[in-house]
T-cell receptor
Framework: KQEVTQIPAALSVPEGENLVLNCSFT??????LQWFRQDPGKGLTSLLL?????REQTSGRLNASLDKSSGRSTLYIAASQPGDSATYLC???????????FGPGTRLSVLP | DARVTQTPRHKVTEMGQEVTMRCQPI?????VFWYRQTMMQGLELLAY????????DSGMPKDRFSAEMPDATLATLKIQPSEPRDSAVYFC????????????FGSGTRLTVV
């Protein structure tokens, strides 16, 4: 059964810093991995979807990488801004690829 | 932008009452998921459908929860009778399995059972 963990659980940084969020998964037989953002009291917004054939995916200041062999994905946020403050969740497919298993999230605070 | 629509956004009900939550998936998506989110448990999969057929509902308490897709534009999640421990945010998400896909989530229904 797929299990997803994320570290750190919470992170507080000053504005402008580059930062890395980590995601680990136990079943590496995945065909993609997705990163989401959740603002307090809101739903989940998809940020990046990385296919297993890709090693990374970029959108603006966000870059996500995927290393299936080590069971890890990282989300890199460049030049962080207060508007980036949110909880970031990664999700990996279960063994049969039928649904996604979510990590507990990293709660990010970017201080002005 | 295409979006997943959930209703109601908020629901407060008394213990023992029936609760029905609705979801309109994105047109053309053939897979629909129901998740529940709590502070303690995070996001938990309750059930999901592909082409309207239930594929997995092992995450649901079967004695009180039921999920259906009466047609391709509507998914429902019912709780009867509701209990205080059911208080959570319930999310619907849809996707398309035939291609390399990701999920699109609705805004959720915040349920409070008192």
């Amino acid at each position: 059964k797929q299990e997803v963990t994320q570290i750190p659980a919470a992170l507080s940084v000053p504005e402008g810093e580059n930062l890395v969020l980590n995601c680990s998964f136990t079943d590496s037989a995945i065909y993609n991995l997705q990163w989401f953002r959740q603002d307090p009291g809101k739903g989940l917004t998809s940020l990046l979807l990385i296919q297993s054939s890709q090693r990374e995916q970029t959108s603006g200041r966000l870059n996500a990488s995927l290393d299936k062999s080590s069971g890890r994905s990282t989300l890199y946020i460049a030049a962080s801004q207060p508007g980036d403050s949110a909880t970031y969740l990664c999700a990996a497919p279960d063994g049969y690829g039928q649904n996604f298993v979510f990590g507990p999230g990293t709660r990010l605070s970017v201080l002005p | 932008d295409a979006r997943v629509t959930q209703t109601p956004r908020h629901k407060v009900t008394e213990m023992g009452q029936e609760v029905t939550m609705r979801c309109q998936p994105i047109l053309g998506h053939n897979t629909v998921f129901w998740y529940r989110q709590t502070m303690m448990q995070g996001l938990e999969l309750l059930a999901y459908f592909r082409n309207r057929a239930p594929l997995d509902d092992s995450g649901m308490p079967k004695d009180r929860f039921s999920a259906e897709m009466p047609d391709a534009t509507l998914a429902t999640l019912k709780i009867q009778p509701s209990e205080p421990r059911d208080s959570a945010v319930y999310f619907c998400a849809s996707g398309l399995v035939q291609q390399d896909y990701g999920y699109t989530f609705g805004s959720g229904t915040r349920l409070t059972v008192v």
